[in-house]
């Protein structure tokens, strides 16, 4: 083999590999996803590139993530059940397995035709959660898809909604706060009936009338560390794993502040009658 038809064909695996892992990276849910419950309700359409759930009176449905993940920047759009949704919660959240688990939690609480959702998010580490931040949203999530994120990286974990931060839990092991590090987590979502406390909490039930109830997800997106038998390797996909270290910058910070301010509804730090003995130790280091 010559010197130029060698460097061509490693220019042609190149381009291939390159081809398979832009393929992955765009994501397909019948290669990324697992239907796990709801006997039908849950369906992947379009080839893979939009998925549907659905709860009826019978049962609600869901699905996870055939992968596990150990760090990384995670996108979902999502497009929330529509009309009257009260009493009904759409999960969508990064777990690990076992009672000592890690867990990164957007749940939407579902509303009256009108009245807004409420977007409870909380951290789980080491199976304590009690981390709850709850906000409203600055457009009506039910009217189009929009892209929830979560960064996860060895500094901290962010939230984001259509790019911007709204909750930061940073790394604070040194100061003896645990945080997720070695427990890969896969990605969950549900949709289920939980009018006993989701909707003004609980006074307001599901409207049966109005079912099925249909929360649709499309545009899934992960650079990610992607876990397998024992050992966890980065997606190469856009040669750019800058996530890893990413952190928030002033910009970031000026907007955390400005969701907090105008947007955030309820925040164990601030919980005086819950914490009686004094806020957890992150709310002051924070
Ligand atoms: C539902 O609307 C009521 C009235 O505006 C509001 O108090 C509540 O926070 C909203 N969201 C939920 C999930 O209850
Ligand atoms: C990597 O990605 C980040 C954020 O997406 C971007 O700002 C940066 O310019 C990229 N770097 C390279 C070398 O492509």
Redesign the pocket.
């Known amino acids: 083999m010559t010197f130029s038809s060698s460097l061509k064909s490693t220019i042609r695996i190149i381009m291939l590999v390159g081809v398979l892992l832009v393929a992955a990276s765009a994501g397909n849910f019948n290669q990324d996803f697992d239907i796990t419950w709801g006997d039908g309700r849950a369906k992947i359409l379009n080839n893979g590139q939009l998925l549907t759930l659905s709860l009826d009176k019978t049962s609600g449905s869901g699905f996870k993530s055939k992968n596990q993940y150990l760090f990384g920047k995670i996108d979902m759009q999502l497009k929330l059940v529509p009309g009257n949704s009260?009493g009904t919660v759409t999960a969508y959240y990064l777990s690990s397995l076992g009672s000592a688990h890690d867990e990164i939690d957007f749940e939407f609480?579902?509303?009256?035709s009108g009245?807004?959702?409420?977007l409870?998010t909380n951290i789980f580490t080491q199976g304590k959660g009690n981390r709850e931040q709850?906000f409203?949203l600055w457009f009506d999530p039910t009217k189009d898809f929009h892209t929830y994120s979560v960064l996860w990286n060895p500094q901290s974990i962010i939230f984001f909604v259509d790019g911007t931060p709204i909750r930061e839990f940073k790394n604070l092991e040194s100061n003896g706060i645990a945080f997720p590090k070695s427990q890969p987590m896969q990605i969950y979502s549900s949709l289920w009936n939980a009018d006993d406390w989701?909707?003004?909490?609980g006074?307001?039930k599901t409207d049966w009338t109005q079912a099925p109830f249909t929360a649709s997800y499309r545009n899934f997106n992960a650079q990610a560390c992607i876990w397998s038998s024992g050992s966890s390797s980065c997606s190469k996909s856009s040669s750019n794993n800058s996530w890893l270290t990413q952190s928030l910058d002033t910009t970031g910070q000026a907007r955390i502040k400005w969701v907090q301010k105008n947007y955030m509804?309820y925040n164990y730090c601030t919980d005086t009658k819950r914490f009686p003995q004094g806020f957890p130790p992150e709310c002051s280091l924070a």
Do not use: K
């Open positions: 009260a609480l579902g509303n009256l009245d807004p959702y409420i409870h709850q409203y989701a909707t003004r909490g006074l307001v509804i």
